[in-house]
């Protein structure tokens, strides 16, 4: 089972570009985008633990949608900060048990930085993390290249735990496209290639992720993608290149390269006239 979304739901640039502006009364934006893909990855756990009710919202939102799926972030203070304490960990499994007893919790995404590499002690607190929420279907993103070696991927097989095929700009030491899987979940996330803003103090987050792939640059990924699905038993792949919707662009583009006939919200193909063409003629491949 493949399944695509986007990285997140709630971005003011989306207004008229991704959801109808005006809104119509009663508009939801996670229900919506639940017509149109069957995955969203939740950003917002990355900031802090989500609140219980928050998490049956979100479940009560795609009920019409039995496919659908969520995957989400572990919160930064295990990750980027590492001062997150017993508590917070309580915290965190609560805020997401809901997905997981609703069965749409299809991945815990554990990020790490560029910064972190392969060296002893961060290879034991990964494995640490990994037995404190070993109750759940958990995947590894790291972006330093040093993790990619035979002894690593043999343990994250070992655990259980997927690694994250990522697409991002290539700078010295950063992990090259792959299509690794060493669980039964697969997970790809595709960030964009921004080079000028990658690593720049002074790029704000949408700057960062403001790029769109060209359907050229998507191919190899479809096949990439297929060999992890073929390894796996579900396989989630993230476009995170939200800025001004183009993460849905892409995310359209995969689903059509992947056979599915594609109908994008009228003011997407307004803002994007190419994926026009791509859906007059999906479902042909």
């Not at 295990?78 to 069965?103: C, M, V, W, Y």
């Not at 690794?180 to 000028?196: A, D, E, I, Q």
């Not at 993230?238 to 993460?247: F, M």
């Amino acid at each position: 089972m493949i399944r695509i979304g986007t990285a997140g739901w709630q971005y003011r640039d989306w207004e008229g570009i991704v959801y109808p502006k005006p809104r119509p009364r009663g508009f939801d934006p996670l229900s919506y985008l639940a017509g149109f893909f069957d995955l969203v990855e939740i950003n917002s756990s990355f900031y802090g633990p989500p609140q219980p009710a928050a998490s049956r919202s979100w479940v009560a939102r795609v009920g019409n949608h039995p496919e659908f799926r969520f995957t989400a972030k572990l919160w930064k203070g295990f990750t980027h900060d590492r001062n997150a304490t017993a508590s917070d960990e309580n915290l965190f499994k609560e805020g997401i048990q809901p997905l997981a007893d609703a069965g749409r919790l299809g991945a815990l995404l554990i990020q790490f930085p560029w910064s972190f590499k392969n060296e002893p002690e961060n290879r034991k607190y990964v494995w640490q993390l990994r037995d404190r929420f070993a109750d759940y279907p958990l995947v590894l993103e790291v972006r330093h290249s040093s993790w990619i070696e035979p002894q690593v991927l043999d343990t994250l097989a070992e655990l259980g735990v997927g690694l994250c095929n990522i697409d991002q700009p290539l700078f010295h030491r950063s992990v090259k496209p792959t299509a690794h899987s060493t669980s039964g979940v697969g997970y790809v996330r595709l960030h964009g290639r921004n080079y000028k803003d990658w690593f720049s103090p002074k790029a704000d987050v949408r700057a960062r992720y403001d790029f769109l792939y060209t359907v050229d640059q998507l191919e190899p990924w479809v096949d990439r993608i297929r060999k992890i699905s073929h390894e796996t038993r579900d396989t989630y792949v993230v476009t995170n290149n939200h800025n001004l919707g183009k993460a849905t662009v892409n995310a359209f583009e995969l689903q059509a390269l992947f056979g599915k006939r594609i109908h994008p919200p009228p003011q997407l193909v307004h803002a994007y006239p190419e994926l026009e063409q791509l859906a007059m003629g999906s479902g042909s491949r």
